[in-house]
Each structure stands twice: as structure tokens, then as C-alpha cells.
Nanobody, 125 residues
Framework: QVQLEESGGGLVQAGDSLRLSCVAS????????MAWFRQAPGKEREFVAR????????DYADSVKGRFTVTIDNAENTVYLQMNNLKPEDTADYYC??????????????????WGQGTQVTVSS
């Protein structure tokens, strides 16, 4: 089992920045990919970004490419999502997810084994 706990959400204005954190605990040795997803009100959960536990193979949704950066601090078992130039359409609940080694490409939520409870991000215009 892997436990994930997100933090860092909040209410910001368009153009502002936020950094989300996800602390992983438990059997992290079985984790291959860490990812961020988001779910806006009335919409399905969507992929945002992901990387391997070793900090490689970064992948981003087109909607956040160039504005969001995903990183990992292995010493702290923490994954970060730095979000810059936030837009109202970024408003959503953001979830951290973990997956073991699978075929990939790790963009579907069905590929992930563990999820955090989510942290809310609201961007006002």
C-alpha cells in the first residue's frame, strides 16, 4: 500500500503561481510513476503531468505545457507541481496518483493504483 497526501491548494488570481505537494508513504519502493490529475466541477478527471520515481520521462497535458512543472524529491518522498501563470480554467481539485510498472503511457486514471484525497485550486479572473 502507498499513501498519498496532497497540500498547497488555495484561491489565487489569474496569473499567480501555486506549488502543490504530494507526500508519499508506505510501500513506495513499488512505485514507478507519480502523476497529477485534476477534476473540474462537472467534468471528468483529466491527466495533468507525470514523471518516474527517478525523476525521468516527464509528460504534460498540452493545456499546461510551458506553465506547469512536475518534480520529485526522493529524499523527502515528495512530488511537486509548480503551477505558473494560472488561468481560471485551471480551477479544479488536483489529485496525486501513483502507479507500479505497467505498459503505459500513464495518462489514464485507470492506470494508477493509489490516489490522494485531493487539494482544491481556485483561480479567479
Amino acid at each position: 500500500q502507498v499513501q498519498l497526501e496532497e497540500s498547497g491548494g488555495g484561491l489565487v488570481q489569474a496569473g499567480d503561481s501555486l506549488r502543490l505537494s504530494c507526500v508519499a508513504s508506505g510501500r513506495t519502493s513499488s512505485t514507478y510513476i507519480m502523476a497529477w490529475f485534476r477534476q473540474a466541477p462537472g467534468k471528468e478527471r483529466e491527466f495533468v503531468a507525470r514523471l518516474t520515481w527517478g525523476g525521468r520521462s516527464l509528460d504534460y497535458a498540452d493545456s499546461v505545457k510551458g506553465r506547469f512543472t512536475v518534480t520529485i524529491d526522493n529524499a523527502e518522498n515528495t512530488v511537486y507541481l509548480q503551477m505558473n501563470n494560472l488561468k481560471p480554467e485551471d480551477t479544479a481539485d488536483y489529485y496525486c496518483a501513483a502507479a507500479g510498472l505497467k505498459r503505459g503511457p500513464y495518462r489514464a486514471d485507470s492506470e494508477y493504483d493509489y490516489w490522494g484525497q485531493g487539494t482544491q485550486v481556485t483561480v479567479s479572473s
